[in-house]
């Protein structure tokens, strides 16, 4: 009775230790950075606009962020948007003087 309870539990652990986790494919990040920039960029305003590289959260909190500012020179223009990823809406706010590295 005790080696079937054991080889039970070890099955049971075994099956669910292998659960496959389903990565997405390059295809479908690029696809989804074009989606949040595109989002970001519009709600930004900025109609010479340069998005910084995509900063994730914890998938826990649903939302992704960017920097986007203005290119034009001299200008200090920048707004942080927060994209939600579940309904695909995109929040700025002005976030003038802040920096952050651009898209590659």
Not at 37 to 46: E, L, P, W
Request: include cysteine.
């Amino acid at each position: 009775m005790t080696q079937r309870l054991i080889a039970l539990a070890l099955a049971t652990t075994a099956t669910l230790a292998s659960g496959v986790a389903h990565a997405s494919s390059p295809a479908a990040w690029a696809q989804f950075d074009k989606r949040v920039t595109r989002a970001c960029v519009a709600a930004s305003g900025i109609r010479n606009a340069l998005p910084s590289t995509i900063v994730g959260f914890d998938d826990r909190t649903g939302m992704v962020a960017m920097l986007v500012s203005d290119r034009t020179r001299g200008s200090t223009m920048s707004k942080l948007c927060l994209y939600n990823k579940r309904t695909q809406k995109a929040y700025v706010d002005d976030a003038e003087m802040w920096s952050a590295p651009p898209q590659r």
